[in-house]
């Protein structure tokens, strides 16, 4: 089975190596994500590929419980769908980032949860290939 990302240039690495890939502009400094041709604060063009932190703290969220609608593309049906957590993560330096999260139960989120970053598969083309997507979910402290 083949493994290929959602979009060009939106992380790096696999398993616990994973990581976001966002721009740095060299002029004044913002951080953007996904990656950037231009920097939408100054405009300068000089900006460079970083990765991102892969933990954060969970900033907002909350829980989808109706299919997105098209263009979003699944191998999800509305007779299969799950509500899915959804929030933004703030990674320490760097900025917020919307994401899937998956975990969907309000009992087990809160804001301020550190959280990973992990893959997981968004959907299987019909070619076999796995279409592999980001998402964050709350790290787990051993008890």
Known sequence: MTDRAIAPN???GSGEQVALLG???KSCGAI???????CARCASTQVEMIELPR???LWTWT???FMPKP???SSETELTFAPFGLGYV???????????LLENDPA???IGAEMELVLYTHRVDPDGTRILNYAFKPVRTPS
Request: glycine residues 6%; aromatic residues 8%; contains cysteine.
């Open 10 to 12: 939106l992380f790096v």
């Open 23 to 25: 721009s740095a502009c």
């Open 32 to 38: 953007a994500f996904p990656v950037t041709r231009s």
């Open 55 to 57: 933990r954060g703290r």
């Open 63 to 65: 829980v989808q419980r």
């Open 71 to 73: 263009p979003y593309r």
């Open 90 to 100: 703030e990674l320490p330096g760097a900025l917020r980032v919307e994401s899937r």
């Open 108 to 110: 087990k989120l809160s």
